[in-house]
């Protein structure tokens, strides 16, 4: 049976928003259908989350982007967690994970979940983690029962997309932790999962209770993404045995999934040199049957704290160029501190200049379009057009205000190029 027939919400979800996602994506309703059927396509839309925007990730739809949002132990104002949804929204933001970890987990999830119509994912095992801890207990000291009912409690709650470290293993965890890495496990999942397996002496639940979170996930829609909880987190860890061991178990695991009617996303890199970013994305593509692909960066250079949106950007732009089909922000504040508003708004435009730079060299015809306007309302010296078209419109009005239609800026000032030649001076 096909991922969509043996989905329910799926093609109910599908069947509503089939004219605007054709609109948007400038794609057929077969091809649309046959991708998704494929699993190199996925729709999130969890039909609990009302007013949800449904969203393809895939190719060749258009490149995506994440902003991770969420409280932290040292910060946990659930109301300033809406401001930077809010400000995730404006600057263009196609998705947000809700990735808090202190303060009351279900009142802000659920507030988020009904604030925005963008798609929302969550890490379930953070909530767990958090539950455990508030009790007194290990943050690894919950059953697997508890974490499947905490899969299943923020699926009836309209939770669109997981991350579920399904694919990390025993051996993984082994190979990550047996010194030939620079930094083991960064993955906080990845983490709090390895912590359990060695509390417990047990394989990763995710693993061995599979089918019943794919279960739980096709009766909402959720659309799992297969979490990386071994990613390197050092450049120099990129692409060793414990990666490649997670990455080949998740590309098993997404066609478990298809067999069984769930969309899923497989999540990517994480530290990869410049020179790696190919490989690494065509590799991941390869061995996870095209299903899409969703990286956290990659951070290009490990030297850019403080930038380290730029850093993901370049990488982004590259993944994205090489088929990575959704980009999860950095932010100034990553590997330093809990992001603020102003963060927020960096990391989302980062992320979106590095999918406008890999869609136009994709010669996707609305990357295309976007470059044609904006020249040519440069050439014009046309600086409302430019605003209009620009990624960041309200910066580019902020810095050319006081400019007349028609006028050079103060870059050049009387020297400007574009005045300089025309006819009639
Ligand atoms: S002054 Fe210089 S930067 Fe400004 S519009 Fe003219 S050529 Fe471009």
Redesign the pocket.
């Known amino acids: 049976m096909s991922i969509i027939a043996a989905n329910t919400a799926l093609s109910q979800a599908l069947h509503t928003a089939l004219p605007q996602l054709m609109e948007h994506e400038r794609m057929g309703e077969a091809e649309i259908r046959s991708r998704i059927d494929s699993g190199t396509l996925a729709l999130l839309a969890n039909p609990r989350h009302e007013g949800v925007t449904p969203t393809l990730i895939g190719q060749p739809a258009r490149v995506k982007v994440n902003a991770n949002i969420g409280t932290s132990p040292v910060s946990s104002d659930g109301a300033g967690e809406l401001d930077k949804l809010r400000v995730a929204e404006t600057a263009g933001a196609d998705a947000v994970m809700d990735l808090s970890t202190a303060g009351d987990l279900d009142a802000i999830r659920l507030r988020m979940i009904k604030a925005t119509a963008l798609p929302l994912g969550t890490v379930p095992l953070y909530g767990l983690a958090q539950q455990c801890t508030d009790a007194g207990r290990d943050p690894a000291g919950w059953e697997a029962s508890e974490l499947l009912a905490e899969v299943a409690k923020q699926a009836e709650q309209g939770v669109d997309f997981m991350t579920l470290h399904c694919g990390l293993t025993r051996r993984g965890a082994e190979l990550a932790q047996d010194g030939s890495r620079e930094m083991g496990i960064v993955s906080r999942g990845g983490a709090i999962l390895a912590r359990w397996m060695r509390r417990t002496g047990q394989e990763n639940p995710l693993l061995t209770h599979y089918d019943e979170l794919l279960e739980i996930c096709r009766v909402h829609n959720v659309v799992i993404s297969l979490g990386d909880g071994l990613r390197p987190g050092a450049g120099s860890d990129a692409g060793d045995p414990a990666q490649w061991e997670e990455v080949l178990t998740l590309g098993v695991l997404a066609r478990r999934a298809w067999a069984a009617g769930v969309q899923v996303m497989i999540e990517g890199p994480g530290h990869v040199p410049l020179h790696l970013v190919q490989a690494q994305i065509q590799g991941i593509k390869r061995a996870t049957f095209g299903a899409p692909l969703y990286v956290l960066g990659p951070l290009v250079t490990d030297a850019a704290a403080g930038r380290d949106h730029l850093a993901g950007a370049i990488g982004g732009a590259l993944a994205a160029q090489y088929g990575a089909d959704f980009l999860c922000y950095l932010t100034p504040a990553e590997h330093l501190c809990l992001p603020d508003a102003r963060d927020v708004h960096e990391g989302v435009l980062a992320s979106r200049i590095a999918a406008q730079a890999a869609e136009a060299s994709l010669g996707r015809p609305w990357a295309m379009e976007r470059e044609r306007t904006i020249s040519s309302a440069r050439n014009r010296?046309d600086w409302s057009a430019m605003a209009g078209t620009a990624l960041d419109p309200c910066l580019v009005r902020q810095r050319s205000a006081g400019i007349e239609h028609g006028k050079?800026?103060g870059?050049?000032?009387k020297f400007?190029?574009?005045?300089m030649v025309e006819p009639e001076r």
Request: charged share 20%; aromatic share 0%.
């Open positions: 010296l050079e800026c870059m050049c000032g400007c190029a574009i005045r």
